[in-house]
């Protein structure tokens, strides 16, 4: 399975960043979008899943076959104290910034929202739990700088990230 995961520095909507992708790299001419009950972004057809991220001047895009969640965070950001007071013994030993993408990611890739998610998740060994099993996702880093990538998906044999 391929992932894409697409990225620019410029200033653009998400609707029209995503639709630029999916024009040029997959030849979906005319993209028809809906939202699931909590906001998620999909295609009508179901023929390619993605998702959306910005942050520190960059937006972001993650495009691949199968259900793919993504999340970026600038490491310059100011870590928000009511986050780091739910944070287990466990996590505060962990990179902050990696187990807050990484169960953003996770929540994006289920269609879900922090608020309902955020409760039942732990990041601990470098993992991800919910409702304390470990989830059955990968999660796939890159980084541009000082803003850290986070990709949750099944699995991905190929990744090519390229700035648009």
């Avoid at 902050?96 to 922090?114: C, P």
């Avoid at 999660?139 to 949750?152: A, N, P, Q, S």
């Amino acid at each position: 399975m391929k992932l894409d995961l697409f990225y620019t520095t410029s200033q653009v909507s998400s609707s029209d960043f995503v639709t630029k992708i999916l024009r040029k790299y997959f030849a979906i001419k005319n993209p028809v979008y809906y939202r699931n009950e909590n906001g998620k972004p999909y295609l009508a057809d179901n023929s390619l899943y993605f998702s959306l991220s910005h942050s520190g001047g960059i937006t972001a895009a993650a495009v691949c076959e199968r259900e793919v969640g993504l999340d970026i965070q600038a490491e310059t950001g100011r870590k928000c104290p009511s986050v780091l007071s739910r944070l287990t013994e466990a996590e505060k030993k962990e990179d902050f910034f990696y187990l807050w993408t990484a169960k953003e990611a996770y929540v994006k890739l289920r269609g879900s929202t922090l608020a309902a998610d955020l409760p039942s998740l732990e990041y601990k060994d470098g993992a991800l739990y919910h409702n304390k099993k470990k989830v059955p996702y990968r999660f796939l880093r890159y980084r541009v700088g000082d803003v850290l990538f986070c990709i949750c998906v099944s699995h991905a044999e190929e990744m090519t990230v390229r700035e648009i």
